[in-house]
């Protein structure tokens, strides 16, 4: 089960994880916990990204895998990077350094040493 995928069947909101379990020692602790960026992504978004990881990075090679043209691989990138960023908070230097990867500004290990 893929808790990004679990919504609420009253208002259709998000749900977020309340209690963990250990299933060898029957230890349970309850809370409110917070999920990372990646484990709040649908099943087909996660497949997505794990795709391209193994790819390399390569969204030639992203194309190839998953059996789409370019444009299609790159837009469902775009899309995907789109979901994360509004998942996530970032301070203003980070922002900074991502707009400037996108505006083409960086490279990519430049953004990766700053960040």
């Given at each position: 089960?893929?808790?990004g995928?679990?919504?609420c069947?009253?208002c259709?909101?998000?749900m977020?994880?309340?209690k ?6 029957d ?8 999920m990372?960026?990646?484990?709040g992504?649908?099943?087909?978004d ?11 990075g390569?969204?030639k ?8 043209s370019?444009p299609?691989?790159r837009?469902r990138?775009?899309k995907?990077?789109?979901?994360l960023n509004s ?6 230097p980070?922002a ?5 990867l996108?505006k083409?500004e ?10």
């Amino acid at each position: 089960m893929n808790i990004g995928d679990i919504h609420c069947p009253s208002c259709r909101r998000s749900m977020s994880p309340v209690k963990l379990h250990c299933k060898t020692c029957d230890l349970s602790v309850e809370g409110h916990f917070e999920m990372d960026a990646l484990a709040g992504l649908s099943n087909e978004d996660q497949a997505l990204a794990i795709a391209f990881i193994r790819s390399f990075g390569s969204i030639k090679k992203l194309q190839e895998a998953l059996g789409v043209s370019y444009p299609t691989a790159r837009a469902r990138l775009e899309k995907l990077v789109e979901k994360l960023n509004s998942g996530m908070k970032m301070n203003p230097p980070q922002a900074t350094i991502i707009q400037q990867l996108e505006k083409g500004e960086i490279s990519v290990n430049e953004a990766l040493e700053v960040l």
